[in-house]
């Protein structure tokens, strides 16, 4: 069975610091997508990334960027100079190929950030 | 831009009451899914429809029910609200993407509290 697993319940940085929120997922599919989404306080889950399990080239998007690696089952998230906009919970999510309406979408526990001033 | 809404952000009801939470997506999307979450737990899946009148159960169904008579509509039923169903529940809508994934497009979420 899919499982997702952050083991950083909460996590506090002081601005500008770099942190890096961890995700290990459990799958037996060879084919199968990573995301990770962003609820800030007002609540609404915001989508960052996706990944399939065929590309492990890592992504940088601005401050924020991912590492996937297939062979230690993580996928990992890394702010970087951190700031208080992003204070947030955020989810790491697993999806198999045969998932076929999108109903198997498997959240990890989220991990709760804050950015102090 | 793709838009989810549910009828009401914060909801207190009392223990027994029938409560409904309504949620609308305007991308046509055909597939949409009613999640809780709890701290420590997640988001679960209650229950999602994958057409109009179409319905599955999820991980966590017990104690709830959904009805979606047109697309854009998906409503959660709890038929007699306890104290145990005190939770955030999130909607969300999802297109299959060219490559063979899905995205999922949420709601800003209703906080229900049960007294």
């Known amino acids: 069975a899919q499982k997702v697993t952050q083991a950083q319940t909460e996590i506090s940085v002081v601005e500008k610091e770099d942190v890096t929120l961890d995700c290990v997922y459990e799958t037996r599919d060879t084919t199968y997508y990573l995301f990770w989404y962003k609820q800030p306080p007002s609540g609404e889950l915001v989508f960052l990334i996706r990944?399939?399990?065929?590309?492990?080239q890592n992504e940088i998007s601005g401050r924020y960027s991912w590492n996937f690696q297939k062979s230690t089952s993580s996928f990992n998230f890394t702010i970087t100079a951190s700031q208080v906009v992003d204070s947030a919970v955020y989810f790491c999510?697993?999806?198999?190929?045969?998932?076929?309406?999108?109903?198997?979408?498997?959240f990890g526990p989220g991990t709760r950030l804050s950015v102090l001033p | 831009d793709v838009k989810v809404t549910q009828s009401s952000r914060y909801l207190v009801k009392r223990t027994g009451e029938k409560v409904f939470l309504e949620c609308v997506q305007d991308?046509?999307?055909?597939?949409m899914f009613w999640y809780r979450q709890d701290p420590g737990l997640g988001l679960r899946l209650i229950y999602f429809s994958y057409d109009v009148k179409m319905k599955e159960k999820g991980d966590i169904p017990e104690g709830y029910s959904v009805s979606r008579e047109k697309k854009e509509r998906f409503s959660l039923i709890l038929e007699s609200a306890s104290t145990n169903q005190t939770s955030m529940y999130l909607c969300?809508?999802?297109?299959?993407?060219?490559?063979?994934?899905?995205?999922?497009?949420f709601g800003p979420g209703t906080r229900l509290t049960v007294t």
């Open positions: 999510a697993l999806s198999e190929d045969r998932d076929n309406y999108g109903q198997n979408f498997v």
């Open positions: 990944r399939n399990s065929f590309d492990e």
């Open positions: 969300a809508s999802s297109e299959r993407l060219a490559g063979g994934s899905y995205e999922q497009y």
């Open positions: 991308m046509d999307h055909e597939n």
